[in-house]
């Protein structure tokens, strides 16, 4: 699944417009970069439906500092040849425990936080298996550009629990995987943990 033109130009639109207003000083250049922002969110907003609660306006407006991509860490927890996947709410669909990364937290430290506090397990991060750019892989269109980090987790305890954002964690098997938040992971993507999870001396894959 290929992005459309259009996103990448107002992503782009967006980029500029942000780090613009962190650096210019002139009221004139202020004014012109908000434009652009606005021309950029018309962009996005006249597209196909992006999967998001709030507007393309309002999702920008959010955003400050130099425009860079953000940081998504998923984490691959296997247990008797099976993998961990967590069901999100917001789609019904089924994925590697994960999220954006918080500001000032390791990225492999996210990656535990967010299995515990998503599926009750908790983990020991072993490697980073994969640094992906999210527009190579198949999701669907997503306003922001995104890398995803994929870690290979040792199982350490816990139980399976739910939280705000996921019901239900459960280990499946590789060839039994439930129907897939596609915004979150693939089944590539899936299959690739598996490969790591066999080899644990393949390197890390990256784009």
């Not at 995987?177 to 943990?193: E, F, K, N, Y």
Request: charged residues 20%; glycine residues 8%; negative net charge.
């Amino acid at each position: 699944m290929q992005n459309p033109q259009w996103l990448a130009w107002a992503r782009r639109l967006q980029a500029i417009a942000q780090s613009g207003l962190t650096y210019c000083q002139d009221k004139f250049d202020v004014q012109r970069y908000h434009e652009i922002s606005a021309v950029a969110a018309e962009i996005m907003a006249s597209g196909a439906v992006l999967p998001s609660e709030q507007p393309a306006a309002a999702l920008f407006a959010g955003q400050a500092g130099y425009a860079t991509p953000k940081v998504d860490v998923r984490a691959a927890v296997f247990h008797d040849g099976r993998i961990l996947l967590v069901r999100e709410i917001e789609d019904g669909g089924w994925t590697l425990p994960g999220g954006w990364a918080d500001v000032g937290e390791p990225p492999s430290l996210a990656a535990a936080r967010e299995t515990r506090e998503e599926s009750g397990y908790n983990v020991r991060i072993t490697k980073l298996a994969a640094l992906y750019d999210r527009d190579l892989h198949g999701h669907p269109p997503h306003a922001f550009h995104a890398y995803k980090l994929f870690f290979l987790c040792e199982l350490q305890g816990g139980s399976a629990q739910d939280s705000h954002e996921t019901a239900g964690a459960q280990f499946f098997s590789e060839d039994g995987l439930p129907p897939l938040s596609l915004s979150r992971v693939t089944s590539a993507q899936i299959a690739h943990m598996f490969e790591h999870f066999r080899d644990p001396a393949l390197p890390t894959t990256f784009d």
